[in-house]
Nanobody
Framework: QVQLVESGGGLVQAGGSLRVSCVVS????????MGWYRQAPEKQREAVAV???????NYADSVKGRFTISRDNAKNTVYLQMNSLKPEDTAVYYC??????????????WGQGTQVTVSS
């Protein structure tokens, strides 16, 4: 069984910063791509940033230059540093990881989400 637990969301004023974290636990052989997605009210879930096990990252155009994704492979943790936050960044942020397990093999897993609210 694999679990993803996010933390670090909250309320911040526009222009402020937040860092969200996601720890992957369970019966893990390895973790491939990790990423952050978000879903605002009445909108579809969208990709924010993804990072490979080697550290290559890609970002949505809307967050380039403001957000930074990173990971600590030894801790099975992925981070999203969010700077210069805007009200339109308000959403539930979900962590995702493609995890290889001894029994199931490769599968994509999701966290429960953490709320990020940016006030104007």
């Amino acid at each position: 069984q694999v679990q993803l637990v996010e933390s670090g969301g909250g309320l911040v004023q526009a222009g402020g910063s937040l860092r969200v974290s996601c720890v992957v636990s369970g019966s893990i052989s390895s973790i491939n791509v990790m990423g952050w997605y978000r879903q605002a009210p009445e909108k579809q879930r969208e990709a924010v940033a993804v990072i490979t096990s080697g550290g290559s990252a890609n970002y949505a155009d809307s967050v380039k230059g403001r957000f930074t994704i990173s990971r600590d492979n030894a801790k099975n943790t992925v981070y999203l540093q969010m700077n210069s936050l805007k009200p339109e960044d308000t959403a539930v942020y979900y962590c995702s990881a493609y995890v290889i397990t001894p029994v199931v093999g490769g599968s994509n897993y999701w966290g429960q989400g953490t709320q990020v609210t940016v006030s104007s």
